[in-house]
């Protein structure tokens, strides 16, 4: 504990240090960077004893509050959260050293360093938390960095109405955990974990909903995550690594804390994430495949991302309430190992998407290509984030996707409403799985295979050194987690103890232990025999040199790059058949007249929530608090006229 | 032992499904029709030749075959012979084999996207739209062998599959098995899906993926294909042969005999169909899931 408590300091006091430094970009980004990294290492280590050997620390700090104190705990479970956090923010922050250059003298990188190095003590203290007014203060702080990181490039003026979506998804989330706080606190004069009163029948359940929707806005479930395709994007990159691959899950963390004080579970709940998860992981893959941006469809896939952890959630939630137990320990497990892998391959993803941005000028597919000839460091790191979001072994997404898919087939043989939600997870694993798969085929391919669409591409240059050394310890954990996978089985087993009871935990372990097993020895297998066929190939080629030619184009020899399919065509069949849901607008101004001059064709494929549904909503209370716009009135001795009359009428209620 | 002999016996037969395949086909076309080693001596012939490289290829396209080949030679290792386990069988063993298949799918079709070649992508981009519907149709069809037998790996699910249990779920084993051959069509590239001989690149998915390879590359490729046959084609086989005797010899021999009429049996269809078009392939997906959720239901039913 003592060592949590020197990086949250440490982190602190180098955001500090690095405002002060801000004229100097180098000093201010060594500031910044060291104190990250410095404070992660720190932190990594009560974190990982406490996974080895699961045990429960608290720290109380001697100073009051009104309601709450500031206590602390780390347990397994906060432990499995952290390990994420401190990761990424050590390698967003050397990845940051040499994004940021591109800013010096530009932008206050100071305010930026200051910023980032917050943002991840904030998310160290929501986990931390042991009681509300802590949890709440981390909460803000958390949204008001990364709010001030999102508008980092303010000028433009796409990033500015992010930052203010951003900023009321924010506070509309923390008004639904006020609200669940207080129900949890009913009846006891503290806010403390410790000693929240369970509340039980209805009133359980308005706290589940009041969690579902705070904690669901920070996920980013559909259709509560529009500002997460508009904010994340926004942001310089090695901020939207750290926002999509640990803060989004801060709302997980908090569901998961939330449903260890509403026991016992009802069925319902377990169903509602269920949907979520489905509606999340379907949408966000189908919404990911129509963008032409690639950082929007990386954030479009956190989404996805995060409707499979919710999914492995619900089902999880579903097998404790109808006691199928290898189903919830599974269930969970694949909930909260895919929360630590998408937090290292969409870090990755993100951080190779900043590469591209940073040396192209562009992140639009549609005018990259070719580029894993100049950036071919790069291209490999960011074809294994890819191949690990696909979920294909021996990565580690296949592992998370492996456990919520392994325990739905668990429960088949359950009764016939068990049954039916365990062939739904599978079905939608299948789907998300293939989609994900075409997803970052076509990123993939349009960014860095065949041949550059645009002249942006003639003067790439490859990432930073420590650009390529953060994407490079990123891939190789994603490697490392793919191969080792029974290393797991013990911490996931204290983590998944500490959060849903020690039966779960030792469920799992007697579920998993054996096949993980033979995933790993077919992974090894699969690495050996690729080993074998190259080695088999060079040998029969010994001695020969292959010629080289143009690419066959049915007889055609002199292909342009502009011939080439482009990224849009690529998932057309697809996004083609999810029109429905996608309401891709098309705007095209045909050829007209004997003579036609130019011609112009575009997709968008917008927010369809946003359209249809925020903005309706937004008009109609628009509308009605006009009526009452006569109550303010901009005179200030009449609003502390209402302070005085709120409380008086608070006090009288009260007695 | 002789988990290692059914496994080189694979290795070794899966060309010639191909070859039984062409020679059913051009006796219903009247021709007299390429010999059945045909295959083997392409193979040989290949993996002697020197490769050309478009020059817009990197690595990628070279390590695509590579991956695709061995991709699916792990696969092969979970699937059961004549109902007997393989080498890796565990609970679980069937999302892996799937999803294995599926690293072969991306590794081929990153190896496309890499030439440049509007054709090459084209095909790609078919590949992975096919995919997104054949897959759920697939799992769900196993969700239901899975379900009827209490089994969770493919080993021991085929290994429970008795006489008895098509006498007493005729219907739910018949779905699944339609299912698994309308996946199987799909995912090997046969019609009504894709057509193998077809010679014109705009409509093509399986072989124009592998226009620019040539050389050993193209033999991986070749023979990655042949094998993803057998691996999908004995999941059926196993289905309708439930009936399993004391001896290896008896059962191998009744197995592999199986694998050949299946063969035959895809190469009457080839000869008396036509392809579909593009757009109702997703239609003849959606039959495959639709079997195996009416499989579910009437296994959940019983």
């Known amino acids: ?655 | 032992m002789k988990v290692v002999a059914q496994y080189l016996m694979v290795l070794t037969l899966s060309p010639l499904l191909l070859g039984v395949i062409n020679r059913v086909k051009a006796f219903f076309g009247g021709r007299k029709g390429i010999p059945l080693f045909q295959l083997y001596r392409d193979l040989f012939k290949l993996l002697h030749k020197t490769p050309v490289y478009s020059r817009s290829t990197t690595w990628l396209f070279r390590a695509g075959p590579i991956v695709g080949l061995g991709a699916v030679l792990c696969a092969l290792a979970i699937v059961p012979f004549s109902g007997r386990h393989s080498f890796l069988a565990f609970d679980g063993d069937l999302i892996l084999m799937v999803y294995l298949l599926g690293l072969a799918r991306f590794a081929t079709v990153l190896a496309a996207l890499d030439t440049g070649s509007s054709f090459e992508d084209m095909g790609a981009s078919r590949e992975v739209q096919f995919a997104v519907f054949a897959e759920p149709a697939f799992f769900l069809a196993l969700a239901a062998l899975a379900r009827g037998t209490g089994q969770l790996s493919l080993s021991a699910m085929f290994a429970g599959l008795t006489p008895a249990v098509w006498q007493s779920a005729a219907s739910v084993l018949a779905l699944v098995t339609a299912a698994l051959f309308i996946v199987f069509l799909a995912e090997n590239s046969r019609v009504p899906v894709d057509d193998p001989n077809t010679h014109l690149e705009l409509t093509m998915i399986h072989e124009v993926m592998a226009l620019d390879h040539s050389g050993p590359d193209l033999a991986f490729i070749l023979y990655g294909a042949a094998l993803k046959l057998w691996a999908l084609g004995a999941l059926i086989s196993c289905a309708v042969l439930p009936r399993h005797s004391a001896s290896w010899f008896v059962d191998s021999g009744r197995f592999i005999l199986m694998m050949f009429v299946l063969a035959a049996a895809v190469g009457v269809l080839e000869s008396i169909i036509a392809r579909l078009r593009f757009l109702k392939v997703p239609y003849l997906l959606f039959t495959a899931f639709s079997f195996s959720v009416l499989a579910l239901m009437f296994q959940a039913a019983r």
């Open chain 1, 1 to 655: 504990m003592l060592f949590s408590v020197v990086s949250v300091v440490v982190l602190l006091f180098s955001a500090l240090l690095a405002l002060i430094f801000n004229r100097s970009a180098l000093k201010t980004s060594a500031v910044g960077a060291s104190g990250a990294v410095i404070a992660s290492l720190t932190g990594l280590i009560p974190v990982v004893k406490t996974l080895i050997v699961p045990a429960r620390e608290t720290l109380s700090l001697p100073c009051s509050l009104p309601v709450g104190s500031f206590s602390f705990v780390l347990d397994p479970l906060a432990a499995f959260f952290l390990v994420p956090v401190f990761i990424l923010t050590a390698a967003a922050a050397l990845y940051g050293v040499d994004y940021l250059k591109q800013f010096d003298g530009k932008k206050p990188l100071g305010l930026a360093w200051a910023m980032f190095n917050v943002l991840s003590a904030s998310m160290v203290v929501v986990i931390l938390s042991a009681d509300a007014v802590p949890f709440l203060i981390g909460w803000e702080a958390m949204a008001a960095a990364s709010f001030a990181l999102v508008i980092f490039e303010h000028e433009k003026s796409q990033v500015r109405k992010a930052g203010i979506i951003y900023l009321v998804a924010g506070g509309a989330g923390a008004l639904f955990l006020l609200a669940m706080f207080a129900l949890f606190g009913i009846g006891s004069d503290s806010l403390a974990f410790s000693s929240f009163t369970r509340p039980a029948g209805g009133l359980a359940s308005v706290a589940f909903l009041c969690a579902i929707m705070g904690f669901g806005l920070k996920a980013g479930f559909v259709p509560l995550h529009i500002w997460l395709p508009e904010a994340h994007p926004a942001a310089p990159s090695h901020v939207s690594a750290v926002m999509s691959g640990v803060m989004i899950k801060m709302g997980i963390y908090g569901l998961m804390r939330a449903l260890h004080f509403l026991t016992p579970w009802q069925p319902w709940w377990g169903w509602l994430l269920i949907t979520i998860g489905v509606v999340s992981g379907l949408l966000g893959v189908i919404f990911a495949l129509a963008q032409h941006d690639l950082k929007r469809l990386l954030a479009y896939s956190s989404i996805e991302n995060i409707g499979i952890i919710t999914l492995g959630l619900g089902i999880g939630v579903l097998g404790v309430v109808k006691a199928i137990y290898p189903l919830a320990a599974l269930g969970f497990a694949g909930a909260l190992l895919h929360v630590v892998n998408h937090a290292l391959f969409k870090g990755l993803l993100f951080m190779g998407a900043g590469a591209v941005l940073h040396a192209a000028g562009t992140a639009e597919l549609e005018a990259l290509g070719g580029l894993s000839k100049k950036m071919p460091r790069t291209a490999v790191y960011f074809l294994v984030g890819a191949a690990a979001i696909a979920g294909l072994p021996p990565l580690n997404g296949f592992v998370s996707e492996f456990f919520i898919c392994f325990g739905a087939f668990t429960a088949l043989r359950a009764p016939i409403q068990t049954a039916t939600g365990a062939v739904l997870t599978i079905a939608v694993m299948a789907a998300i799985g293939t989609l994900a798969s075409a997803c970052f085929a076509k990123a993939f391919g349009a960014v860095f295979l065949g041949k550059s669409r645009s002249l942006k591409c003639a003067a790439v240059h490859e990432a930073g050194p420590w650009m390529g050394f953060a994407m490079g310890v990123l891939a190789a954990a994603c490697v490392f987690i793919g191969f080792a996978s029974p290393l797991l089985v013990a911490p996931l087993s204290a983590a998944i103890a500490c959060g849903f009871g020690p039966r779960l935990g030792l469920e799992f372990s007697a579920a998993a232990g054996i096949p993980l097993l033979y995933i790993s020895a077919g992974a090894l297998t699969l690495a050996a025999v690729l080993a074998l066929i190259t080695v088999f190939r060079k040998f029969l080629l010994r001695g020969r040199k292959p010629a080289a030619g143009p690419t066959w184009d049915c007889g055609y020899a002199a292909p342009s790059a502009r011939m080439q399919y482009g990224a849009s065509s690529f998932v057309q069949p697809l996004t083609d058949f999810f029109q429905p849901m996608l309401r891709t607008q098309r705007h095209y101004s045909g050829l007209k007249g004997f003579f036609p001059a130019g011609a112009d064709f575009h997709t968008e494929a917008n927010s369809v929530f946003y359209n249809h549904l925020y903005a309706p909503a937004a008009n109609l209370i628009k509308r009605l608090a006009f009526r009452y716009s006569w109550l303010q009135h901009g005179r200030l001795q009449l609003y502390i006229l209402y302070i005085v009359v709120a409380l008086i009428a608070l006090l009288v209620c009260k007695l």
